[in-house]
């Protein structure tokens, strides 16, 4: 990330200190796949200082998590209904 410049910030050392805080994304079906492949990174909710780099969660860190693998548990869960329907687990 040296010194490339996102969002008004600019490198020496800013990007390389919040660059900790993001996670990349491990692939559990397609969507999240998808988001691994193409290199996305997520975080918690939070605020980045423009003069030291911190990072200050404000937030859950379940909110980026439900948005990053939600779709795949959805995608699994709609796969999965008509099987758990007909199989005649209900009687």
């Known amino acids: 990330m040296g010194g490339a410049r996102v969002?008004?910030?600019?490198?020496?050392?800013?990007l390389e200190r919040i660059g900790g805080s993001f996670?990349?994304?491990?692939p559990i079906g397609l969507y999240s796949a998808m988001k691994a492949a193409g290199g996305v990174r997520f975080?918690?909710?939070?605020v980045i200082s423009m003069t030291t780099g911190a990072f200050?969660?404000?937030g859950?860190?379940?909110?980026?998590?439900a948005?990053?693998?939600?779709?795949?548990?959805?995608i699994y869960?709609?796969?999965?209904a008509?099987?758990?329907a007909f199989s005649g687990m209900g009687d």
């Open 77 to 80: 869960g709609a796969a999965a």
């Open 43 to 46: 975080t918690a909710p939070g």
């Open 23 to 26: 996670q990349r994304v491990f």
């Open 60 to 65: 859950s860190i379940l909110v980026p998590y």
């Open 56 to 58: 200050t969660q404000t």
């Open 7 to 14: 969002g008004g910030l600019v490198g020496g050392g800013v």
């Open 82 to 84: 008509p099987f758990v």
């Open 67 to 74: 948005a990053v693998y939600g779709p795949d548990l959805l």
